[in-house]
């Protein structure tokens, strides 16, 4: 099985960044997909970005331009910078990767806090 654990939230204030990792228990390089989703109090869980075994990526509109997704294969690991942060970027961010075919389809990590000051 796969095991992702996500780090690097914390309290900023707005305007500033951060960048999240999620390092994967299993080489991610089979992966189909990895990507960050994000929860807000009360609200439902979106996507924010994804990046597909082929390298293609994709952004909810409101990230477009400030955040951006990457990978280290070496490390198993996957990124997200994020810059030009707001107080509507405030959620929890979870780390989710359809690990197929070698493993489960749907795998997430238990969440890193973001919160942003105003």
């Known amino acids: 099985q796969v095991q992702l654990v996500e780090s690097g939230g914390g309290l900023v204030q707005a305007g500033g960044s951060l960048r999240l990792s999620c390092v994967a228990s299993?080489?991610?390089?089979?992966?189909?997909?990895m990507g960050w989703y994000r929860q807000a109090p009360g609200k439902q869980r979106e996507l924010v970005s994804t990046?597909?075994?082929?390298?293609?990526?994709n952004y909810a509109d409101s990230v477009k331009g400030r955040f951006t997704i990457s990978r280290d294969f070496a490390k198993n690991t996957v990124y997200l910078q994020m810059n030009s942060l707001n107080p509507e970027d405030t959620a929890v961010y979870y780390c989710?990767?359809?690990?197929?075919?070698?493993?489960?389809?749907?795998?997430w990590g238990q969440g890193t806090q973001v919160t942003v000051s105003s």
């Open positions: 989710n990767a359809d690990a197929r075919p070698l493993y489960s389809g749907n795998v």
């Open positions: 299993r080489s991610i390089v089979s992966f189909n997909n």
């Open positions: 990046i597909s075994r082929s390298d293609t990526t």
